[in-house]
C-alpha cells in the first residue's frame, strides 16, 4: 500500500524555520518525483515544490524560492521541506505528494499544519 | 503565475451530470495536454480523478470524464451520486518557469 506520511508541522513565528518530513512506503521512492502542495485554511490547493527521483533536480514555485528548500534521502524513503523566514501568509496544511501520473500527483499524505503567527 | 479560473460551485440531483469548467492559458492548459482533476471531501486529502486530460486512475468510476478545448478544460461528473459531493480542482502543468498551476476549486452539491 503507497503510504506518505508528513511530520513537523506546528506554530511557528513570524520569521522562523521549520523543517517538514514525509515518510514514505509502499512504493520505489528513488524512482517518482515527489511534490509538495500546501492548502491555506479555507482556501484552496497550490504547488509548492518538486524534487525528481535522485534529487539532483528541483524546482519551485516564485514565492517560496530563497526561502523552502525541498530534499530527499533515498535510503531513508523520506522527503523534506525546509522552510526558512516563515510569514503568516505560509500558513497552511503542507501536503506530500507522488508524481506518479504524467505530471499528475497520484497519491497524497494526510497533510501536517504549519500555522505562522506571534 | 495566476490560478485557473473554475466556478466556485456546482450542483445537481442524484443522477443528473454536473459540468465543471477551467480556463487558463496558451502557457498552461493550451499548451499541454496535462490536465488533472482532484476531489477533495471536507478535511481529507485531494484524490486524484483524471489526469492527462481524459485519463481515469484505476479506481475511478466511469461517471467521471474529462475533456478540453483550447484553453478551457472540463470535468463532467454523470449519474451524480451523494458521495460526490466534495471540492473538485483542476490543475494543468505550465511550463519550466511556472511549473504547476491550480484552478480556485469547485464546490459540488448534490441537491
Same mark, same amino acid.
Given at each position: 500500500?503507497?503510504?506518505?506520511?508528513?511530520?513537523?508541522?506546528?506554530?511557528?513565528?513570524?520569521?522562523?524555520?521549520?523543517?517538514?518530513?514525509?515518510?514514505?512506503?509502499?512504493?520505489?521512492?528513488?524512482?517518482?518525483?515527489?511534490?509538495?502542495?500546501?492548502?491555506?485554511?479555507?482556501?484552496?490547493?497550490?504547488?509548492?515544490?518538486?524534487?525528481?527521483?535522485?534529487?539532483?533536480?528541483?524546482?519551485?514555485?516564485?514565492?517560496?524560492?530563497?526561502?523552502?528548500?525541498?530534499?530527499?534521502?533515498?535510503?531513508?524513503?523520506?522527503?523534506? %521541506?525546509?522552510?526558512?523566514? %516563515?510569514?503568516?501568509?505560509?500558513?497552511?496544511?503542507?501536503?506530500?505528494?507522488?508524481?506518479?501520473?504524467?505530471?499528475? %500527483?497520484?497519491?497524497?499524505?494526510?497533510?501536517? %499544519?504549519?500555522?505562522?503567527?506571534? | 503565475?495566476?490560478?485557473?479560473?473554475?466556478?466556485?460551485?456546482?450542483?445537481?440531483?442524484?443522477?443528473?451530470?454536473?459540468?465543471?469548467?477551467?480556463?487558463?492559458?496558451?502557457?498552461?492548459?493550451?499548451?499541454?495536454?496535462?490536465?488533472?482533476?482532484?476531489?477533495?471531501?471536507?478535511?481529507?486529502?485531494?484524490?486524484?480523478?483524471?489526469?492527462?486530460?481524459?485519463?481515469?486512475?484505476?479506481?475511478?468510476?466511469?461517471?467521471?470524464?474529462?475533456?478540453?478545448?483550447?484553453?478551457?478544460?472540463?470535468?463532467?461528473?454523470?449519474?451524480?451520486?451523494?458521495?460526490?459531493?466534495?471540492?473538485?480542482?483542476?490543475?494543468?502543468?505550465?511550463?519550466?518557469?511556472?511549473?504547476?498551476?491550480?484552478?480556485?476549486?469547485?464546490?459540488?452539491?448534490?441537491?
Amino acid at each position: 500500500e503507497v503510504q506518505l506520511v508528513e511530520s513537523g508541522g506546528g506554530l511557528v513565528q513570524p520569521g522562523g524555520s521549520l523543517r517538514l518530513t514525509c515518510a514514505v512506503s509502499g512504493f520505489s521512492f528513488s524512482s517518482y518525483w515527489i511534490h509538495w502542495v500546501r492548502q491555506a485554511p479555507g482556501k484552496g490547493l497550490v504547488w509548492v515544490s518538486e524534487i525528481e527521483g535522485d534529487g539532483t533536480t528541483t524546482h519551485y514555485v516564485d514565492f517560496v524560492k530563497g526561502r523552502f528548500t525541498i530534499s530527499r534521502d533515498n535510503a531513508r524513503n523520506t522527503l523534506y %521541506l525546509q522552510m526558512n523566514n %516563515l510569514s503568516d501568509e505560509d500558513t497552511a496544511v503542507y501536503y506530500c505528494v507522488r508524481g506518479g501520473a504524467p505530471n499528475a %500527483l497520484d497519491y497524497w499524505g494526510q497533510g501536517t %499544519l504549519v500555522t505562522v503567527s506571534s | 503565475q495566476s490560478a485557473l479560473t473554475q466556478p466556485p460551485s456546482a450542483s445537481g440531483s442524484p443522477g443528473q451530470s454536473v459540468t465543471i469548467s477551467c480556463t487558463g492559458s496558451s502557457s498552461d492548459i493550451g499548451g499541454y495536454n496535462y490536465v488533472s482533476w482532484y476531489q477533495q471531501h471536507p478535511g481529507k486529502a485531494p484524490k486524484l480523478m483524471i489526469y492527462e486530460v481524459s485519463k481515469r486512475p484505476s479506481g475511478v468510476p466511469d461517471r467521471f470524464s474529462g475533456s478540453k478545448s483550447g484553453n478551457t478544460a472540463s470535468l463532467t461528473v454523470s449519474g451524480l451520486q451523494a458521495e460526490d459531493e466534495a471540492d473538485y480542482y483542476c490543475c494543468s502543468y505550465a511550463g519550466i518557469n511556472n511549473y504547476y498551476v491550480f484552478g480556485i476549486g469547485t464546490r459540488v452539491t448534490v441537491l
